[in-house]
């Protein structure tokens, strides 16, 4: 019996009449009812615009969202609480990175060298940037098994790469791409490199100081978190180097007529009224993973990784993407199809037994072209998922080719 699947709510209610599987947790996590008693306490108790007042509602809340930083900055061993910058999701981080790093700081005939595996939140901002700089996007391509070979590494990381922006675990195949050895060779360039944790920290312990990445990026409601709250980190040279991404309140040390002199980081990149329920259910969520346990949570994950993985290849007509067998080096995000079966009818027979998975390009479509599909089917695991869970899953797509009529 998994012991925490009573902390979450959601995973008894009932979808068609069925007890909810949920196997999409790369797309969302859910969320522990500590995480939504901390968010409930807040907007009931001392909801306040934070910063902006010298009663006690406000101070309160100014405390709760700076104390989420500090939590986060922890978290991730970041040097200081000021190189931690909230945003609304792990997309709009990255944004801000290619807006006030990638267009001031590169120039006509540098390259930008990433995976073609990314989700399209860490490439159509660099194709942006590209357009914009006269930069080139230079494309690293895994092998038959999903990695990011040496050989990739050494020839698409050259003296032009300015930055090399990577996922640490990519979204459709769950391969765990090779940080250490990109960030060293990004380095040794004088590239700067951007990662994308949005699908790794939920599963893995991130310190940026040992990783020595210039930037992380990652979303809180993949993590156990509300929607609507992420995380920017940067190295304290490069935010202080850097000019703000938006322009309004709370951003400014002083505005004249004429011009305005900006607050250092992190205010300078956090105009506005911030989200301080979302952060605050962050903070809550990081305690619940610590307490938990990233060691915990690896042994489950990966146990039902294998089991899945072991179930789909005794169905006949699947096909798995990525590696299929070695489970060390990939989370639990696996992509598959069913033949002769669009993926998005798989999804929607699954939801008749209230499976709930994905279908769809993921939001990867180079990566989609290079594999020779144009969808797939995913199912992603996270700790309070169960062997049964897979076991429901599995008894249920085997039945999918039979249900419109084809004879295996």
């Known amino acids: 019996m998994n012991p925490y699947r009573d902390d979450f709510p959601i995973l008894n209610e009932q979808i068609n009449g069925k007890n909810l599987v949920y196997l999409d947790n790369a797309a969302t996590t859910q969320k522990p009812v500590s995480v939504l008693q901390a968010v409930d306490e807040y907007y009931h108790t001392f909801n306040a615009n934070p910063r902006r007042g010298l009663y006690q509602l406000s101070v309160r809340a100014t405390e709760a969202y700076e104390n989420a930083r500090h939590a986060v900055k922890e978290f991730i061993g970041a040097q200081e609480d000021g190189e931690v910058i909230f945003t609304r999701n792990a997309t709009e981080a990255l944004n801000l990175i ?11 005939g540098d390259e930008i060298a990433l995976p073609v595996s990314e989700h399209h939140s860490n490439l159509v901002p660099w194709q942006m940037v590209a357009r914009a700089k006269g930069v080139k996007l230079n494309f690293l391509y895994p092998d038959e098994f999903g990695c990011i070979t040496d050989a990739e590494i050494e020839s698409k990381i050259t003296s032009k ?15 765990v791409n090779p940080v250490e050895k990109i960030v060293q060779k990004a380095h040794r360039v004088g590239a700067v490199t951007v990662l994308d944790c949005a699908q790794s920290i939920p599963h ?6 040992s990783l020595d990445v210039d930037f992380i990026a990652f979303s809180g409601h993949k993590m156990l978190a509300p929607m609507g709250i992420g995380v920017l ?3 304290r040279e490069l935010l202080g180097k850097m000019p703000p991404f938006l322009m309004g309140g709370e ?3 002083y505005v004249y007529e004429q011009n305005s002199i900006f607050a250092p980081s992190p205010q300078k990149f956090e105009a506005g009224t911030q989200n301080v329920g979302g952060a605050i259910g962050l903070d809550r969520a990081i305690r619940y993973l610590n307490q938990v346990g990233y060691e915990t949570i690896g042994k489950i994950e990966s146990e039902l990784t294998a089991y899945a993985l072991k179930g789909l290849g005794e169905i006949p007509h699947v096909a798995v993407y990525g ?3 070695n489970t060390q080096e990939r989370c639990g995000v696996i992509s598959f199809n069913l033949k002769e079966v669009h993926p998005h009818d798989v999804s929607s027979i699954l939801d008749l037994d209230g499976i709930a998975i994905r279908a ?8 989609m072209k290079y594999l020779g599909v144009s969808a797939t089917c995913r199912i992603s695991l996270s700790f309070y998922n169960t062997k049964e869970d897979i076991d429901i899953f599995l008894t249920s797509l085997k039945k999918v080719r039979g249900w419109l009529g084809y004879e295996d």
Request: net charge positive; with cysteine.
């Open 360 to 367: 769809g390009h993921h939001c990867a479509q180079p990566l």
């Open 233 to 235: 980190y940067g190295k």
């Open 161 to 175: 790469t300015k930055i090399v922006a990577f996922a640490h675990v990519s979204n459709v195949l769950g391969t």
């Open 98 to 108: 290619a807006y006030s790093y990638g267009l001031p700081f590169l120039q006509e």
């Open 323 to 325: 590696n299929a067998s």
């Open 204 to 209: 893995y312990s991130i310190n940026v100081k």
């Open 251 to 253: 951003m400014i040390e």
